[in-house]
């Protein structure tokens, strides 16, 4: 109901504009009254409509929001797990590189084991 005065202040330009307009071309009291009538009720109708699609927009633009955020919220801590398991293969494996850093995209090397073939 935050939106309410969108259509009062519609419903109550358009009753102005009528009684600025009867009052110029000096109408009688009973049309004037007729004429502010009708326009009040077809600009409150106008407002209602306008008051709609104005939350139905807001709506929209408000949950787009909250996505967006919660994309941002999940890729920020993506990047956080991976830094913490890089650090952690860092210090497991000093002098190698990362997996993801490997430019060929090779697995890294197998920890290989001292055999001798002679």
């Not at 890729?75 to 890089?86: F, I, K, Q, V």
Request: proline residues 5%; hydrophobic residues 40%; charged residues 35%.
């Amino acid at each position: 109901m935050k939106d309410k005065p969108l259509v009062i202040i519609i419903t109550l330009l358009g009753g102005a504009v009528c009684s600025v307009c009867c009052i110029l071309k000096r109408a009688g009291l009973l049309w004037t009254l007729l004429a502010t009538f009708i326009t009040l009720v077809v600009f409150l109708i106008i407002g209602m409509i306008v008051n709609r699609f104005y939350t139905e927009v807001k709506n929209e633009v408000l949950a787009a929001d909250k996505e967006k955020a919660r994309l941002e919220e999940e890729e920020r801590l993506r990047r956080e797990e991976e830094a913490r398991l890089r650090e952690e293969w860092e210090a497991e494996h000093p002098g190698e590189p990362y997996p993801e850093d490997n430019e060929a995209g090779e697995e890294p090397p197998a920890e290989q084991e001292a055999t001798d073939t002679l």
